[in-house]
Every structure is written in structure tokens, then in C-alpha cells.
């Protein structure tokens, strides 16, 4: 079983609008999440980190939010634009884990005009 | 640009050939990663070498192998390929390993697009 859940799977936005995207984890023990944008053949980039103490974390209209307790994070995209779209990884790293990282399947997201 | 080079961009060759692909990490790190990204799947890890030592192993199949040179950069080598290994193979760096952040932020190179025919 996948220890990193991400949903929905995909959805469709119209441009301006707000969105959230949540992710569930049982990685343990937790060191730090990170919410990578992915466009379309593209390598992964870095939008978010946040480590076991921090449980909001910005980067321009993203805004991520995590709490430990419940295994859960949330990505919230603030008046999207057509740039947004993309597929959004939730990747889990285990404090113990040299090295290994837990990446959940994504989410799609389309930004319609 | 995250500082992390891929080598070739675009890959096309047949089944039962063997090819190489190509990866110059960041500079001043020194672990490198890859990965598999088949069509409209997430991100496989493969395998992950520390300053030349293989550390972590993940989906690899036997048929692929990996190294990393004295010089950092790494290479996987995928061999006997099938019409299954048509992929997007990224590689990714980072400083160091373990737990802490400030060691295993992965940037991730472009990507090497592989077409098996």
C-alpha cells in the first residue's frame, strides 16, 4: 500500500479561481514533506518543505499546510492562472530513511480559461 | 534551470537493445537519484548513489544497473529493453542523505525521454 495518498486524482478549475489539493501519509518516523509541481515532461520543482514543527508554509500564490498529528497536508492554490496548470507530488521522507522519499501519484490539475 | 544536466533528451531504440543514460548533478552535491515516470504515472524511484556508493535501491529491475563516477556524475544503463520501458527517466540531486532537510532537497534534471520501438 502506498504510504503517501494523494486526491483528488485530477480537477478542473476555471482560471481565477481557488483550489485545494490534500495528501495523507503514514511514513514514520516523519521528517519533512515537500509539494513539488510537475508541467508536463517536465522535471519536478520544489514549491514547499515543511518539517515536523512548521505547519504552514507559503511560495507566492501556494500555500501548504501540515499537521503531524493527523498525517495530513494540503495545498491550496490562490487565484489560479493558466500556468497552474500541472500535476502536483506530495513526496514524504522518514527521518531514518537515507535517502528514500515516499512520492504519492499526484494530482492533475487543468486551469480552464 | 535547476543546475542538473540529462543526457540524451530523446532516446529511440529497439527492443532487445541496450542504451545509456546520462546525469551531472548539481555542483557541490553529491548523491544522485533516479527515477521512472512511465505515460501518465507517477515517479518511480530506482536507485540512489552517495558519493560513488549505491545506498538505496528501489523498483530496479535487474535488467537496469547504475553508477556514479569519481567525478559525480552517474549513469544508468538499461538493458535487453522492452516496449514496457518507454519512459520519461529523471535524474535528481541533492547534497547529501539521511533525515535532514537541509541535506536531501532533490532537484531534478530535465529529464531523458526513452522510446522503445
Known amino acids: 500500500k502506498n504510504q503517501v495518498e494523494q486526491s483528488p486524482q485530477s480537477l478542473i478549475i476555471l482560471e481565477g479561481k481557488n483550489c485545494t489539493l490534500q495528501?495523507?501519509?503514514?511514513?514514520?518516523?516523519?521528517?519533512?514533506l515537500r509539494w513539488y509541481k510537475q508541467d508536463t515532461g517536465r522535471g519536478p520543482v520544489s514549491l514547499t518543505i515543511?518539517?515536523?514543527?512548521?505547519n504552514t508554509k507559503s511560495n507566492g500564490r501556494y500555500t501548504a499546510t501540515l499537521d503531524a498529528d493527523t498525517k495530513q497536508s494540503s495545498l491550496h492554490i490562490t487565484a489560479s492562472q493558466l500556468s497552474d496548470s500541472a500535476s502536483y507530488i506530495c513526496v514524504v521522507s522518514a527521518y531514518d530513511s537515507w535517502g528514500k522519499f515516499q512520492f504519492g501519484a499526484g494530482t492533475q490539475v487543468v486551469v480552464t480559461p | 534551470d535547476s543546475g542538473v544536466t540529462q543526457t540524451p533528451k530523446h532516446l529511440i531504440t529497439a527492443t532487445g537493445q541496450r542504451v545509456t543514460l546520462r546525469c551531472s548533478p548539481r555542483?557541490?552535491?553529491?548523491?544522485v537519484y533516479w527515477y521512472q515516470q512511465s505515460l501518465d504515472q507517477g515517479l518511480q524511484f530506482l536507485i540512489q548513489?552517495?558519493?560513488?556508493?549505491?545506498?538505496a535501491k528501489g523498483n530496479i529491475l535487474e535488467r537496469f544497473s547504475a553508477q556514479q563516477f569519481p567525478d559525480l556524475h552517474s549513469e544508468l544503463n538499461l538493458s535487453s529493453l522492452e516496449l514496457g520501458d518507454s519512459a520519461l527517466y529523471f535524474c535528481a540531486s541533492s547534497v547529501g542523505i539521511g533525515g535532514r532537510l537541509a541535506y536531501n532537497e532533490q532537484f531534478f534534471g530535465p529529464g531523458t525521454r526513452l522510446t522503445v520501438l
Open positions: 555542483s557541490g552535491d553529491l548523491s
Open positions: 515543511m518539517t515536523f514543527s512548521e
Open positions: 495528501c495523507n501519509y503514514t511514513v514514520s518516523p516523519f521528517s519533512n
Open positions: 548513489y552517495y558519493n560513488g556508493e549505491e545506498r
